[in-house]
């Protein structure tokens, strides 16, 4: 254990020093965490917002998934790839109401009542405070978009095989979410890595497939 958390504490050092070189002092720093399902994206934001609160750093995390669509939006039409790409997340609403107003003004404190995709009614409060000396983890799938990516000053990419993917979600969720990640997900995504080559784009690539060692893949 004490090998996996020197592996990642000193992954999080070196992520820490370039958002230092590159964080502009008059306005916040927005760091894009993306990969496939069952990537860790959600974990890696989780343990790096902690490490980063031991260094003393004011934090916001976003979730891409606090953003969905109703049922009404996110079930539309036939093409269950297309709704999975296109209609799965508000993009118009993170934009508007995050990403512009945190380019513009440098500041934000704002509440938003969120999608329970549970319940699927607007009953979920989410409170967002920024400014100039915030550091935003900005995480999802689907994150380096083109509706997202120029608003992004750092770009990590976690990397895992599909195989390690399946075997994940089965896990976490349950054989009936493997045939949902094989018939919609996974081809979502599939086209998502067509069209915007993530790995690529990314600053940072670290392949994920073992949580406890995780690598950086040189590019």
């Not at 008059?26 to 399902?37: E, K, P, S, T, V």
């Not at 075997?167 to 094989?182: F, P």
Request: neutral net charge; charged residues 35%; glycine residues 4%.
């Amino acid at each position: 254990m004490l090998e996996s958390e020197n592996i990642r504490l000193s992954i999080y050092d070196d992520i820490l020093n370039e958002i230092d070189k590159r964080k502009d002092e008059n306005r916040a720093f927005i760091l894009g965490i993306n990969g496939i399902d069952g990537s860790g994206k959600t974990e890696f934001s989780l343990s790096f917002e902690k490490y980063l609160l031991s260094k003393k750093r004011k934090i916001q995390i976003i979730h891409i998934d606090d953003f969905c669509n109703p049922k009404s939006i996110r079930y539309a039409g036939d093409d269950l790839i297309y709704n999975c790409f296109h209609k799965t997340f508000d993009i118009n609403l993170v934009v508007r109401s995050l990403l512009i107003p945190i380019q513009r003004n440098k500041e934000l404190n704002i509440e938003l009542t969120l999608l329970n995709t549970t319940t699927d009614k607007y009953d979920v409060k989410r409170k967002f405070i920024i400014n100039k000396n915030t550091i935003i983890i900005f995480e999802g799938v689907y994150v380096f978009r083109d509706e997202f990516i120029s608003y992004l000053d750092y770009k990590i990419f976690l990397d895992i095989s599909i195989k390690e993917c399946r075997k994940r979600i089965e896990k976490r969720d349950g054989e009936e979410t493997v045939e949902k990640l094989n018939n919609k997900y996974l081809p979502a995504q599939s086209k998502y890595i067509e069209e915007v080559s993530p790995s690529e784009v990314a600053d940072l690539v670290i392949d994920n497939s073992n949580w406890n060692l995780p690598k950086i893949r040189q590019k």
